[in-house]
């Protein structure tokens, strides 16, 4: 049977009423990104914005006729991919790589063991390759906070959730790798260049579509980067005979200045609570897969304390914390209409058996009203940047298995970014097949 949310789940549809959006908020919410971002990117007032345009001294985009032979560091907070990347032709790019995952002990261990480590793995893999005396460009794609000094300065802001390698923090990454590696006497590597995975993804599309300007992370965070006019970016000291800037806008945090307040609610308030880093990076906390997950199952739980849904179920799988995940969510919003096979399944790991069909409908609508804000609030980003780039044709560069796997994000993030920019700036967004660390071994060719 049909169901309609607002009169067969009422309770669901009254909890969930704060996650609807109106066009006009929307609206309010990309002018004051497009706010924060000219704040973020003036000297004076770059210190209060929420929105950093951290430089990133990237200020080249490839040609496509760049050849050679390269190597990247991709940095995860899981695992790290070492990469030989191999500019043939246009449309020939030959990569081998290794992926290493790091070990827990490593990761929480001293920020040393961490870079020992990665060197030991970099020594053993161009080796492996043959290539250990060639001193090929390097290139390392980080996925956690720095401050950029240069091009192959970065000092280290913060760790996410798994690392405890604090003698690293507040301290040079490229810098810290190079010492490690200085221990390998047989191993010659020009290590020149750190860039974040936002960057790293848009310059790995660029060298296939010359019009990308943007790259785009919705993954467990969320992050773009833009290219801005150097003339724009007061806080660099350079060359201001170089047209562009690669900007790292550090999105995550915006929210930061109350602007996001007209759309958080109780549920965006608990999450942030129970957070690793409270009180910091409202609007990660209301897009990204790792809090999307979160939400879902708070509104489950209360609806079941409430005694509206799953009755009588057990609670003891469900009232974990965090035990969401997003692939669940895409699950459960997969099934055809009225068909609820995978959201059954889904509850099945939760050890909720035999569900009513009203109760799997209601958990539906829960899914799709988290993750349709969740798209809607990247369109807001999406076209803020692409209205201030002003461009008749940009492509998007899109890193993360939201975008890829999930149909329907897919098509909200497109239906809202094109309702929020303006009508002369078409756009496209692209799937970053190549991953971030072809984009980091580009920018190690071109320096």
Avoid at 146 to 174: C, E, F, P
Avoid at 235 to 248: F, K, Q, R, T, V
Avoid at 285 to 298: A, H, P
Avoid at 369 to 386: E, F, H, M, N, Y
Wanted: proline content about 4%; glycine content about 6%.
């Amino acid at each position: 049977m049909q169901f309609d949310p607002e009169e067969d789940f009422p309770e669901a549809w009254k909890l969930l009423k704060p996650f609807m959006l109106s066009d006009e908020t929307l609206v309010t919410l990309r002018n004051s990104m497009s706010r924060e971002l000219l704040k973020g990117l003036a000297r004076d007032t770059h210190d209060q914005s929420s929105v950093p345009c951290l430089l990133s001294y990237v200020q080249q985009l490839p040609t496509s006729h760049e050849r050679g032979r390269f190597l990247a560091l991709e940095m995860w907070p899981t695992n790290c991919r070492i990469m030989l990347v191999k500019f043939g032709s246009e449309k020939d790019i030959y990569m081998s790589s290794k992926c290493v995952i790091v070990p827990h002990t490593v990761a929480a261990s001293r920020g040393t063991t961490l870079f020992n480590f990665l060197a030991y793995n970099i020594a053993v893999f161009v080796r492996d390759k043959k290539v250990e005396k060639d001193n090929l460009p390097m290139g390392i794609a980080f996925a956690f906070e720095l401050n950029k000094l240069s091009l192959d300065v970065g000092i280290l802001l913060r760790w996410t959730k798994g690392y405890g390698a604090q003698g690293a923090v507040g301290k040079d990454v490229v810098q810290l790798l190079r010492n490690a590696l200085d221990e390998y006497k047989d191993i010659h590597i020009n290590l020149n260049s750190i860039v974040n995975i936002a960057i790293g993804a848009l310059m790995a599309v660029s060298w296939s579509h010359p019009n990308c300007r943007m790259g785009l992370i919705v993954g467990t965070n969320t992050n773009a980067a833009y290219v801005e006019k150097t003339e724009s970016c007061e806080l660099y000291d350079g060359d201001p005979s170089i047209p562009i800037m690669i900007i790292n806008t550090g999105w995550g945090n915006f929210g930061g200045n109350g602007h996001l307040e007209l759309i958080r609610n109780e549920f965006d308030k608990l999450v942030d609570s129970v957070s690793s880093v409270p009180g910091t990076k409202f609007y990660e906390k209301c897009i990204s897969t790792l809090y999307m997950g979160e939400l879902v199952r708070l509104i489950v739980v209360r609806l079941m304390n409430m005694g509206v849904i799953f009755k009588g179920a057990s609670m003891d799988y469900f009232g974990i914390q965090w035990k969401m995940e997003m692939k669940s969510i895409m699950a459960i919003e997969s099934d055809p209409p009225n068909v609820y096979t995978s959201a059954q399944a889904v509850m099945e790991k939760f050890r909720i058996r035999n569900c009513s069909q009203r109760d799997l409908a209601t958990l539906r609508f829960i899914c799709k009203t988290v993750s349709l804000r969740s798209a809607q609030l990247v369109a807001v980003g999406v076209a803020c940047l692409i209205n201030r780039m002003n461009s008749p044709n940009i492509s998007i560069a899109v890193e993360g298995g939201v975008y890829r796997l999930y149909p329907s994000y897919q098509m909200n993030l497109n239906k809202y970014a094109l309702m929020l920019t303006n009508p002369q700036n078409k756009f496209e967004f692209i799937i970053a097949e190549d991953s971030p660390g072809v984009g980091a071994a580009i920018v190690a060719g071109l320096a």
